[in-house]
């Protein structure tokens, strides 16, 4: 039985921070969890909304450093749409996990690109994994981005975002990657990302970027910022050199949402069959 270590008095959504030790089934659990969030199109912000279950308890729970209660893991499992025991169902074992069949794509873009929901629903289509390569950092930091920049700053948020990325390269993990809109600035870790995956820059106009990022409920970019167009136009135009050495180019302002998914399935696809098609543009 999976158990909070240290009962508290209110169990309310900050006050779960009891971490367990990192054992198979805890890993097993947030593995579960993370791949749950990630079909459903869940940020780590959602769920914690949806479940009543605080964000930096969830990183927990999905690095598998979490003593998560029954109740919890109902209120987490009901948010998923599934039920404690489907969370915990699958016994975890030692025996090395089997490669996933085709290559490793790697989205690249600003925030409000569309990375997740491109990402996720292509994949969805494929059967093949998906993963932001933010979460992984978030998981083996043990808290959430906003905390890492505040309380270690950018080098340490690079160095884990580079390992990261060589975990799954050493693995041979398959499947897509969203990235940070800022990786290409990071050369070593993008050297690597363009050596061991197949990049596809998801392209859009400054206004849809701006605007995708305030339908997804977040208007920090617009709060008491007169500028924040003429910055992000001015980030766009300083990164586009790097941007456009991916192999594809998705322009998702000209396509739309439903034909930027197929696009970036063709993508996989070809890349799947060993045919890649030329770098291209659409």
Not at 32 to 40: F, G
Not at 41 to 62: I, N, P, W
Not at 162 to 172: F, I, K, N, P, Y
Not at 228 to 254: G, K, N, P, V, W
Request: aromatic share 4%.
């Amino acid at each position: 039985m999976v158990h909070d270590v240290a009962a508290r008095k209110k169990p309310d959504a900050g006050a779960e921070e009891a971490e367990g030790t990192g054992s198979p089934l805890l890993q097993s659990l947030g593995e579960r969890v993370r791949e749950r969030r990630r079909a459903a199109g869940l940020t780590l912000r959602d769920l914690g909304a949806a479940s009543g279950v605080s964000e930096r308890f969830l990183v927990l729970v999905e690095g598998g450093k979490a003593n998560v209660s029954v109740v919890r893991l109902d209120a987490i499992a009901r948010a998923l749409d599934t039920s404690a025991s489907a969370l915990l169902a699958s016994a975890p074992t030692d025996e090395p996990r089997a490669a996933e069949k085709g290559p490793l794509v790697a989205l690249l873009g600003l925030r409000g690109a569309g990375k997740t929901t491109l990402g996720s629903r292509a994949a969805a289509r494929l059967g093949l994994p998906f993963v932001e390569l933010d979460s992984l950092v978030v998981a083996r930091a043990g808290m959430s981005l906003t905390e890492i920049f505040e309380m270690h700053g950018t080098a340490y948020f690079r160095r884990l975002e580079r390992e990261e990325l060589e975990r799954l390269v050493a693995r041979g993990d398959r499947g897509i990657v969203a990235t940070s809109g800022s990786l290409v600035t990071d050369h070593e870790t993008f050297e690597l990302l363009c050596r061991e995956a197949v990049t596809v820059w998801l392209r859009a106009r400054p206004e849809d970027h701006f605007q995708r990022v305030i339908d997804q409920g977040d208007a920090r970019p617009m709060a008491s910022r007169p500028a924040a167009m003429e910055e992000l136009r001015a980030i766009l135009r300083a990164r586009r050199a790097l941007y456009e050495r991916a192999a594809h180019i998705i322009d998702t302002s000209a396509l739309g949402l439903e034909r930027s998914i197929d696009r970036l399935v063709k993508i996989v696809n070809a890349a799947s069959r060993g045919r890649l098609p030329a770098p291209s543009v659409g």
